[in-house]
């Protein structure tokens, strides 16, 4: 009989505690989490993410944005992020303690795009996953599929227009052979990234630093971001050589807050070799390695 005692009694020292972590689990809960996809992607591809959070962070409230799909991911770039404000804002005001962003490949640009503009977001972690935040240039296989007529070195007569400003790659499509006209003609990252001058440089910084967290995930078989250092604000130079974030001119002048939020601890790295592009997304490695603990 007492031997039954000291089991029950033992086992309840082991539930006590279980239970009490339950229950502050409860009462706390989690933020929300708001993914948004990259080219040619949709909500559908991102389970796999959704699974890793759902069975890491129970009861997260988990939304993936279901807005420009498939080849709708052209549209121009800051159509995207009106429409993409516009559906991620209400999920926001519904969460009084913030929220988080995960936003894969062309979605990290949009997700800039989105925190530079809007003054009174509430993000937490903006985690970037495997996005070209400092431009693309590379001869890939969706440049060949969407340009089958053209390699990267010649890919600026299209882009650097009018029309081809109206191609979501073109807004981001970085020519380091061709400065002056990716200056003048970038309707979208030229700006975010300072390149060219912006009445609004002041105030997208204020807004952009209202983030507590930035993780920069990215790899050296990516295999599509090019140089897959753009994932880290890292860049060719006109010789093709990578130039690391920390000398870039955009770090340099804190153009949108980079060098504040590593001065002030929130700028993360986080590399990771052997994925694929198409992997980010789906790999549990990743996700525990580079963004479970920032969804708190």
Known sequence: MSSRRRSSSGAA???YPLLAAC?????????????VHGLFDSSGDF????RFINESHPG????VIDLFDRSASLEPMWKQVEG??????PIMQNAADGVHLICYSQGGLVCRGILSTLSDHNVHSFISLSSPQAGQYGDTDYLKYLFPNFMKSNLYHICYTGIGQKISICNYWNDPHHRDLYVT???Y????NGARPSPNTTEWKKNFLKIRKLMLIGGPDDGVITPWQSSQFGFYDDNETVVEMQHQDLYLRDVFGLKTLAARGDLIFCSVPGVEHIWWHSNETVFHTCIEKWLV
């Open 23 to 35: 229950l502050w689990a409860a009462v706390l809960g989690y933020k929300p989490v708001i993914i």
């Open 189 to 192: 990252l030229a700006l975010l």
């Open 84 to 89: 993409f404000k516009a559906a991620i804002y």
């Open 185 to 187: 003609s970038s309707d």
């Open 60 to 63: 997260t409230n988990v939304t």
């Open 47 to 50: 389970i796999n993410l959704q």
């Open 13 to 15: 020292r082991l539930l």
